[in-house]
């Protein structure tokens, strides 16, 4: 069992930056791919982010490339996302998410087993 804690959501000005993290409980952290959704009223849950347990792949969102930065602290059971140069549409409430087996890290939501309660990121504009 993963008990996953998002911190770090907020409200914050266009162009602004904030950064997101998920606490992880559990010994088996450091296995588990970590991914990064979100969900905005009226929208359904979308990907926003994934990281391998070793860190060493990732993937983003095509929109979010170049803006949003994941990370992982294994250490710290702990992943991050570092959201730059924030837009009115990135309000959402942002969900962490963790999986044992996905590999490579996965897009979809349903792929992923543990979910955190979500933090919310308002943008204002």
């Known amino acids: 069992q993963v008990q996953l804690v998002e911190s770090g959501g907020g409200l914050v000005q266009a162009g602004g930056s904030l950064r997101l993290s998920c606490a992880a409980s559990?010994?088996?952290?450091?296995?588990?791919?970590m991914g990064w959704f979100r969900q905005a009223p009226g929208k359904e849950r979308e990907f926003v982010a994934a990281?391998?347990?070793?860190?060493?792949?990732?993937y983003y969102a095509e929109s979010l490339k170049g803006r949003f930065t994941i990370s992982r602290d294994n250490a710290k059971n702990t992943v991050y996302l570092q959201m730059n140069s924030l837009k009115p549409e990135d309000t959402a409430v942002y969900y962490c998410?963790?999986?044992?087996?996905?590999?490579?890290?996965?897009?979809?939501?349903?792929?992923?087993?543990?979910w955190g309660q979500g933090t919310q990121v308002t943008v204002s504009s």
């Open positions: 990281v391998a347990w070793s860190g060493g792949i990732k």
């Open positions: 998410a963790a999986d044992r087996t996905l590999d490579p890290p996965g897009r979809v939501s349903t792929s992923y087993s543990y």
């Open positions: 559990g010994r088996t952290f450091s296995r588990h791919t």
